[in-house]
């Protein structure tokens, strides 16, 4: 657990793009050197480019993951996230934690817990912000996973809606041995994926997962080679818009909401989705 220390939020980011590959983000040196933001066509690549700490998380980063959400254009239909160096990222920034020194402009874990309720809820909802857009009806969100995926470094993965991982991979929820939870999102993806019983096992234990086990227990669409990440994760996002737009997005939140309708429901949700699929291939939809 390392630091990553990113400016750029909502009062920094300039929300430009290129089309042909120029990057989004910051005008803020420090920002556009920490998180990078390009657009190619019509998906997004966002990676977290400090690798010399592991791509470990500040609240600083949350805030930019957010804006990027906030300021990603109309036409973008997917976002690959991926991670410079040996490790996806290893969680949250240790300085935030008693004795770790902290983070000038930021509040450690010490000046959180001294807030009130509501002000503390706020803040942890503020950094919510940041692992929930990825599952956004109208995205397709693939994380590129390499070495270390640690805490806030495995909810960040869990929040896209498919993981590739390199062979090297390993997830680890580390919250709960430190005395925390985990807060960021990550707890209702990883039951869905995994069930009750192992992310149980998983968050209590904080045992490793390998990219192999990862695969095996539907955490991972697949396992590459360390160097046929990118390629692999470009080649699943490829495959993904090959489909068209509309239909995707209704396929999306029909498979999102199945585990909370009843079977009924679920067949109901079906024909209401088809009904409006097929009057708009008609052209007579509303």
């Known amino acids: 657990m390392d630091v990553v220390a990113n400016q750029l939020d909502s009062t920094n980011s300039n929300g430009g793009t290129d089309n042909n590959g120029g ?3 910051s005008t803020d040196h420090a920002a556009r050197q920490d998180l990078s933001v390009v657009i190619e066509g ?3 690549v966002v990676t977290l480019t400090n690798p010399d700490r592991r791509n470990a998380q500040t609240p600083a980063l949350w805030r930019a993951l957010a804006a990027v959400g906030r300021d990603l254009p109309g036409d973008v239909r997917a976002v690959l996230l991926r991670a410079e160096g040996a ?3 290893a969680g949250l920034d240790r300085r935030m934690f008693p004795g770790g020194g902290g983070i000038a402009g930021e509040s450690d874990l010490v000046t959180l817990a001294g ?4 002000e503390l809820d706020a803040t942890i909802a503020s950094f919510q912000e940041a692992f929930t857009w990825w599952r956004r009806p109208d995205l397709l969100t693939v994380a590129a996973v390499q070495g270390h995926a640690v805490g806030a470094g495995f909810q960040l993965a869990l929040a896209c809606d498919l993981r590739v991982c390199a062979d090297d991979a390993r997830f680890s929820m580390r919250e709960t041995a430190l005395g925390l939870v985990p807060d960021l999102a990550g707890t209702k993806p990883l039951v869905d994926l995994v069930g009750y019983a192992r992310a149980l096992e998983i968050c209590v234990t904080g045992r490793w997962v390998g990219a192999q086990e990862a695969v095996s227990m539907g955490l991972a669409t697949l396992t590459v080679p360390r160097e046929d990440l990118d390629g692999a994760a470009r080649d699943l996002l490829a495959a993904l818009l090959a489909a068209p737009r509309d239909a995707v997005i209704e396929t999306k939140a029909l498979l999102a909401g199945a585990s909370a309708r009843t079977y009924d429901e ?5 024909r209401a989705a088809q009904a409006r699929r097929l009057r708009d291939l008609a052209g007579t939809g509303e």
């Open 23 to 25: 990057e989004v983000g």
């Open 42 to 44: 019509s998906f997004a």
């Open 87 to 89: 490790s996806f990222s």
């Open 115 to 118: 807030a009130s309720d509501d």
């Open 266 to 270: 679920q067949r109901a949700a079906e």
